[in-house]
């Protein structure tokens, strides 16, 4: 089984704005976490499958991308045996509860709101990444 | 001594310059510990932090490591000096330990510690080890400071927010459920939200960022008995913040419950579930204020729904209770209350049965809205009715209907048409008669609908009124629709009417429907094209019957 940096998080979004975003707030928050961001849902599976690659801390997913989303994600990580533990945060503007329901069957471990204020924004992204760092 | 004192001097100069630039305890340990170690004798330096209610939450230290295991012994020389050094320092060579305390008013402080051997100066120490703590107390005052104004910001920000949020629904449990995903993990790991159905509380959602352990939690019955006990002790006064000393399995430490209450209701209950330590948890009034916020939201929205709810009855009231039965004819009508409408509307319909075998079918419109329109509906329809079902002609009916308008003074006018529909052998023929009334369709069971002709001028605006006429005719199948201007007037975002894009489909597509299921659909239809923002639609619908529907 591939080895897991808790200080590598892989960041799933598709908007530019969002990854500027995210960029700063971690940045800021915690400069030693390496950021590594992919623009397409159907990236993730290969990315995680790279031989020898070592796996991430967290993976920060947005819902609504085009193409395969946030759910169809978790789905294909959670059918994969060789991923287990992967540690899977969905990071939406979403305020459908439906969606949020979907997630969590699938196999999410969080599904937090993804607020319009950047100083909120940061905090929000602060208390997760403490949240799943202190318990890996 | 003198290049010791200018090499102390200078390292000093150095800490208080470097104070500014610190913007994490971490950081600090850094800058403040190793220092000492430069001082002849000093084996090692350590520092504790401690939280609010003095328990220590973080080892640091520089020179001699403060393993897992010294832990205990640490925070043994930070409460007082020892008679003698511990075992398990002096066979480190430690035979000192120079204690001081980092104390800063209202805030978490620590305590720093010098470890030496029997080389040091330690009066000299001492002093040093005051002056480095001087410098800490000052970095963790500066440091607290600047997270208390960034705390005041999210909490800010995290109120307009959640105040955008909770503006953009009226459902209690939607309210209540953004408020609790707005808060974790901004504020909380955790939010339960109890909400209050005849004075029975019950846990209507949870969110926390770790689903998966809360829900863990909430399975075991003692748990769910426990937490829901708090929320009945809150709503009656008698809980406020507490303090678990064995965390239950979500990993909570703490948990803070704030009642959600509006006009002296008690709406439910907020219980916020805290991992983190105590200096990073929300202050109560930011709680308090945040659920006050919510339990507004929700009695706006419980208010507005009830004042829904007493326009619709008003609304019905304003309408038959039933159509009559007419050989000859099948009938339907279908009334929708706009979505975002809290006063009654104007839209009126009727149909009378007269003695001469003709049927009156009246359909019209009070412009504007409230109690003065509706007033004025109720008027309008019975005056129309009662004239029409009494043999009066529909002219003359419209006549003394458009006189009493002009003798009221009302600057309000009604738009209004009639059908008289007279059941012939064959085919229904109808004569029309529109005061300045959207124009009625026939759908025709056998080719696309056409529209009929409206004209005339609205009742209440001239002193003689002016009355546009046609004549129609349905054969059996065909079916005479008549509505306000809701149907065929609601905008898509782009502005364009539903008269000039879905409406002649969604006739096609109804055609064999049963009438009561057109009226509906067709209500439905529009509505949906216009994104639910619409004026209130009254659609009635008459069919011809066919030989075979006997």
């Not at chain 1, 960029?23 to 499958?49: C, K, M, T």
């Not at chain 2, 002093?127 to 909490?155: K, S, T």
Request: glycine share 10%; aromatic share 4%.
């Amino acid at each position: 089984m591939a080895d897991t940096d808790p200080d590598f998080v892989l960041v799933v979004e598709d908007s530019e704005e969002d990854v500027e975003a995210i960029g700063r707030a971690i940045g800021r928050s915690h400069p030693n976490v390496r950021l590594e961001f992919l623009r397409s849902g159907a990236d993730v599976l290969p990315r995680l499958n790279q031989p020898d690659t070592v796996l991430p801390g967290l993976v920060l997913l947005d819902l609504n991308m085009p193409g395969e989303g946030g759910l169809q994600v978790i789905q294909r990580v959670r059918a994969e045996p060789a991923l287990p533990h992967l540690t899977l945060v969905v990071f939406t503007s979403s305020e459908d509860q439906t969606e949020a329901d979907a997630c969590y069957a699938a196999g999410a471990d969080s599904y937090i709101y993804k607020p319009i204020n950047f100083a909120l924004f940061r905090t929000v992204l602060t208390q997760t990444l403490d949240y799943w760092r202190a318990r890996s | 001594m003198g290049d010791s004192e200018l090499g102390w001097a200078a390292t000093l100069h150095r800490l208080w310059t470097a104070v500014a630039a610190i913007t994490a305890r971490d950081q600090l340990a850094e800058l403040v510990l190793p220092p000492l170690l430069g001082e002849p004798g000093v084996l090692g330096v350590w520092g504790l932090r401690h939280d609010p209610r003095g328990h220590t939450s973080a080892y640091r230290w520089a020179g001699l490591p403060l393993e897992a295991d010294d832990e205990k012994t640490a925070e043994a020389l930070a409460e007082a000096a020892p008679q003698e050094i511990p075992e398990s320092l002096a066979k480190r060579g430690v035979r000192h330990a120079i204690s001081l305390s980092v104390e800063v008013p209202g805030k978490s402080g620590g305590t720093m510690m010098a470890l030496t051997d029997d080389t040091a100066d330690l009066e000299r120490v001492r002093a040093c080890l005051a002056q480095v703590v001087d410098v800490a107390r000052e970095a963790i005052h500066r440091l607290e400071g600047r997270r208390d104004e960034e705390a005041q910001q999210i909490r800010d920000a995290l109120l307009a927010e959640a105040s955008l949020q909770m503006d953009a629904v009226l459902d209690t449990k939607q309210t209540l459920r953004r408020v609790a995903r707005m808060a974790v993990p901004a504020i909380a790991e955790g939010c339960l939200v109890y909400t209050c159905d005849n004075d029975t509380l019950s846990l209507s959602s949870a969110v926390h960022v770790d689903m998966r352990r809360l829900d863990a939690a909430l399975n075991h019955a003692e748990t769910t008995d426990g937490l829901g006990r708090l929320a009945r002790c809150a709503v009656a006064g008698r809980a406020k913040r507490m303090h678990v000393e064995a965390p239950f399995q979500a990993g909570t430490r703490t948990l803070h419950p704030e009642v959600l209450r509006a006009r002296g209701r008690v709406l439910g209950v907020l219980l916020f579930l805290f991992d983190r330590g105590d200096e990073r948890i929300p202050p109560a009034d930011f709680l308090r204020d945040l659920a006050y916020r919510a339990a507004l939201a929700i009695d706006n929205g419980q208010l507005y729904e009830q004042r829904r709810r007493d326009v619709m009855t008003m609304q019905q009231h304003l309408l038959p209770a039933r159509l009559p039965v007419a050989k000859g004819l099948h009938m339907a009508a279908n009334y929708a209350v706009g979505d975002r409408v809290t006063e009654v509307g104007g839209d009126f319909y009727d149909v009378v049965a007269r003695s001469d075998g003709t049927v009156a079918a009246l359909i019209g419109d009070v412009c504007g809205r409230g109690p003065e329109a509706a007033a004025l509906t109720g008027m309008a329809r019975h005056t129309l009715s009662t004239l029409l079902q009494e043999g009066v002609s529909p002219g003359r009916a419209l006549g003394r209907l458009n006189s009493g308008l002009r003798r009221d003074g009302s600057w309000r006018f009604v738009t209004t048409g009639v059908a008289m529909l007279r059941p012939g052998p064959s085919e229904v023929s109808v004569r029309w008669l529109s005061a300045g009334h959207p124009a009625p369709i026939v759908v025709r069971r056998e080719r696309p609908a056409e529209a009929g002709r409206g004209g005339g001028i609205p009742l209440g605006v001239v002193a003689k009124p002016s009355i546009g006429r046609s004549q129609l005719q349905l054969a059996p199948g065909d079916t005479l629709l008549m509505f306000t201007d809701g149907l065929t007037e609601s905008r898509d975002a782009g502005g364009v009417m539903f008269e000039h894009r879905e409406l002649w489909n969604t006739l096609d597509r109804l055609r064999d429907a049963p009438v009561e299921e057109l009226v509906r659909e067709v209500s439905s239809a529009s509505a949906a094209f216009g994104g639910g923002g619409g004026d209130d639609i009254a659609v009635l619908a008459i069919r011809a019957r066919g030989h075979h529907d006997g």
